[in-house]
């Protein structure tokens, strides 16, 4: 019965693109058994996660929201899934996200917008639950999964969870596998949990992570047990508050919340220092070069031959059937991705735009590694803004692009950060406060997260 109302509000909320119950139950009753007959249980015994529709799942349609794969069935599963039902977890479904990842307010699916569950006070308009990992951020903020796992190139697990009141978690880049996920920038795609806390991410995290030889840039390293370390004492740990993400345009209310954040850590015992992060402006431009170039290189191969949706017009060629295929199966949104990064990658102008982007990226990761000259872990805001009502940005990609900023310096670096819930603005909608770490350091990153919390 349970599941019966869950499976509504998930409708309403158009989080899932597939719900799965059977798979989910047989989680459940392996859990029961494991019980009776007094074995071990894993660390995700039973729980019912929800999975976000970029990760291949064996037997289970996989789409990343894009008519291109309505109807791919992989044969395979991902190892990040894999290792989920090795721990016990089952899925409800499959959930939905912006159309391969691309987007920060799930606005970009084939399968619908999916709406948060928080209103502002007052109105009753649908708000944005962030994206790419939206139907993730929405199921998990409504109660209907206590957990899910979401990807994040350039914030897509921080942002959708500051949106949605909950917790999400990019680990170091190559703690979780990329294999089977279906890639959109894979120097920048990464793995994570989405939960109602901080304790739940460690656990979770603890059961994605670890090393891969499937994937070549899998860390080949063992992983921690965060859960059982998890202290909200950070004495001795100092917070860098880096100058410049106190940028114009952010709301006054995250300014706050910021503030509050750092009387948070002083009295958990940390140190709260001033840092400078001197190339943070540049970083979302040098994102929204590297990471279209990429995704343009990722999606040549749905060319109608090899995954689910073909168009192939009477008497038509190879060539034909390919632009076809992809005008019809491509979302706009990937489009424009599509064409931002052949023209960065073009010959005429792969110096002027890719390579100098290659240089700030750098520049950018070793701001940090300054950085830690000074401090354990960065505190800042995760997004410029609280949730907007859907449709509100539709026609303004740069101004969804600027939600990104204050994510996708950690991205480009390779660090863990997190997001987890810190206050409310004067319309009662939540506001995240982002964590980021030294390489490997999720431990730090996970403590000061659970003092905030
Ligand atoms: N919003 C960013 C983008 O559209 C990040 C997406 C992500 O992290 N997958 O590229």
């Known amino acids: 019965e349970s599941f019966n109302d869950a499976v509504a509000g998930a409708a309403a909320l158009n989080a899932f693109i597939v719900t799965t119950p059977d798979h989910a139950l047989a989680a459940a009753d392996a859990a029961d058994k494991a019980r009776a007959d007094g074995k071990d249980l894993g660390p995700m015994a039973g729980v019912p996660i929800g999975m976000k529709d970029l990760f291949a799942t064996h037997g289970v349609q996989t789409t990343a929201a894009s008519h291109i794969l309505e109807g791919f069935t992989p044969h395979y599963e991902s190892t990040v899934s894999q290792k989920l039902w090795d721990a ?32 502002k006070q007052g109105s009753n308009a649908a708000m944005s639950p ?21 990807t994040d190139t350039g914030g ?6 500051a949106f949605a009141g909950i917790s999400g978690i990019k680990p170091t880049y190559g703690r979780c596998s990329r294999w089977g996920v279906v890639a959109f920038a894979s120097s920048l795609d990464q793995a994570g949990p989405m939960a109602r806390s901080v304790e739940d991410c460690a656990i979770m995290l603890g059961a994605m992570a670890g090393f891969d030889p499937k994937d070549a840039t899998s860390l080949e390293m063992d992983v921690p047990d965060w859960e059982a370390a998890l202290s909200s004492d950070l004495k001795g740990k100092k917070v860098g508050i880096p100058k410049e993400y106190r940028m114009e345009g952010t709301d006054q209310a995250i300014l706050d919340s910021w503030e509050q954040g750092k009387a948070w850590l002083k009295d958990a015992g940390a140190q709260i220092v001033d840092i ?58 990937v489009k424009r991705r599509i064409l ?45 803004t609280a949730s907007f009502p859907l449709g509100s940005l539709d026609a303004d990609p740069l101004t969804m692009y600027l939600n990104d900023v204050f994510a996708v310096p950690a991205s ?35 403590d000061a997260g659970l003092a905030i919390q």
């Open 130 to 150: 962030g994206g790419s990992s939206g139907g993730s951020s929405s199921a998990v903020a409504a109660r209907i999964a206590p957990a899910a796992t979401g």
């Open 276 to 333: 400078s992060l001197p190339h943070t402006k540049y970083a979302l431009p040098a994102y929204y070069i590297i990471a279209p170039a990429e995704a343009s290189s990722n999606l040549a191969r749905y060319d109608g031959v090899r995954y689910g949706l073909r168009d192939l017009p009477e008497g038509a060629g190879l060539q034909d059937m390919y632009a076809a295929t992809r005008a019809e199966g491509f979302g706009d949104e």
């Open 156 to 161: 897509s697990i921080r942002q959708p969870a």
């Open 340 to 384: 931002i990064g052949t023209y960065v990658l073009s010959a005429g102008f792969y110096d002027a735009y890719y390579t100098q982007a290659q240089k700030v990226r750098t520049l950018v990761a070793r701001d940090f590694e300054n950085a830690w000259n000074e401090c354990d872990v960065i505190l800042a805001p995760t997004t410029p």
């Open 412 to 446: 480009l670096a390779g660090l863990p950060a997190m997001s987890v819930p810190a206050t409310m603005n004067e319309d009662g909608l939540p506001l995240g406060l982002q964590l980021v770490g030294k390489p490997f350091d999720e431990q730090t990153v996970l």
């Open 88 to 119: 016990g977890a089952g899925m409800l479904g499959k959930l939905n996200l912006d159309q391969f990842a691309m987007g920060s307010s799930n606005e970009t699916s084939f399968f619908g917008n999916v709406s948060s569950p928080w209103r």
